[in-house]
């Protein structure tokens, strides 16, 4: 993500970045709940405002417990790939979510 920021502030797109905000909406996940598994289709992005999720390979190892303000899943959504990780929140969880159909409507 921070990669994506940079190229899109570098550009001075600010209206692209307000656009992005505007049309995500808030979720709430419980603990313990599965956001997704590996080898889905990505259909969606998610900022983690707060909580906590573990993300790991097809072997159940856990290999990243992603920071409050980070995005998972944005790299899968915007190149169409499939998830290469299985998601679970650890804690109640508050998320921003990019659909897939409003990134296309987008970009």
Not at 30 to 49: E, H, P, V
Not at 76 to 83: A, D, R, T, V
């Amino acid at each position: 993500l921070k990669h994506y920021c940079c190229m899109i502030n570098n550009n001075n797109n600010n209206n692209f970045l307000d656009s992005i905000a505007d049309k995500m909406k808030r979720e709430v996940v419980s603990k313990g709940t599965q956001l997704w598994k590996f080898g889905d289709n990505t259909t969606s992005a998610r900022l983690l405002l707060s909580g906590s999720i573990s993300l790991s390979n097809d072997d159940n190892i856990i290999w990243i417990k992603p920071e409050e303000s980070s995005f998972i899943g944005l790299r899968g959504l915007i190149l169409g790939e499939k998830h290469v990780s299985t998601a679970y929140c650890e804690e109640d969880c508050v998320f921003y979510v990019l659909e897939k159909g409003v990134y296309e409507f987008l970009s």
